[in-house]
């Protein structure tokens, strides 16, 4: 069945350093991919989406390119700050015989970003 | 905005005790979802519904569980017989039925501590 992999955490950063999170997926059809940001004793938040091969998600600084040809789904961020430290969820999404479609998530990535 | 709205945020109660949890949608949302999240993995789907209809539940929703949608609203999630095992947080998530890649959007979740 389709899977996301996400790189392990935490990842631990300076406040102004580059972030780089990564995501590969393996799916049979083409699914949208999909990143979410969860605060602690929170639920979801919709980052940024891609929904075919070479689109680029862009939300608050961060991007992400849908790479069809590695299977990936890299979320990266030029400058981040104390505010980003959260848990980060690589998703895609799994389409449905009724149209609709399910979300298959990655384990998380925490990020923990110091002063 | 109102977004996905779900009660109680926690609930702690004794094993073999019965639960029941809400999700209100987002109001123009015909897809909800219901997903639960371990501590440390990423959320795993439980059940779909479009409008009234629940039309999808995955294998995780064992015959203790049982999901409602009885007027195409709100939704309610019913585990009997608790167990240890149930401890997790439930997710409720709301999509838009126009489209194929509609995001789908989260609640703030229901945390269930068993004792």
């Known amino acids: 069945g389709d899977s996301v992999t996400q790189m392990e955490g935490p990842v631990t950063l300076s406040e102004e350093a580059f972030l780089t999170i990564n995501c590969t997926y393996t799916a049979t059809g083409y699914p949208s991919l999909f990143w979410y940001v969860q605060y602690p004793g929170e639920g979801l938040q919709l980052l940024l989406k891609?929904?075919?091969?070479?689109d680029k998600g862009s939300n608050k600084g961060f991007e992400a390119t849908y790479r069809k040809e590695t299977t990936s789904f890299h979320l990266e961020k030029g400058s981040v700050q104390v505010s980003d430290s959260a848990v980060y969820f690589c998703a895609l999404s799994e389409m449905r015989s009724g149209g609709y479609n399910k979300l298959i998530f990655g384990a998380g990535t925490r990020l923990a970003v110091h002063p | 905005d109102t977004g996905v709205s779900q009660d109680p945020r926690h609930k702690i109660t004794k094993r073999g005790q019965n639960v029941t949890f809400r999700c209100d949608p987002i109001?123009?949302?015909?897809?909800l979802y219901w997903y639960r999240q371990t501590l440390g993995q990423g959320p795993e789907f439980l059940t779909y519904?479009?409008?009234?209809?629940?039309?999808?539940k995955s294998r995780l929703l064992s015959d203790r569980f049982s999901a409602e949608r009885p007027k195409g609203s709100f939704s309610t999630l019913e585990i009997q017989r608790t167990e240890q095992g149930d401890s997790a947080m439930y997710l409720c998530?709301?999509?838009?039925?126009?489209?194929?890649?509609?995001?789908?959007?989260f609640g703030d979740g229901t945390r269930l501590s068993i004792l």
């Open positions: 109001s123009e949302h015909n897809r």
């Open positions: 891609a929904t075919k091969a070479d």
């Open positions: 998530a709301s999509s838009f039925s126009q489209g194929s890649n509609q995001p789908q959007h």
């Open positions: 519904f479009q409008n009234e209809a629940q039309l999808e």
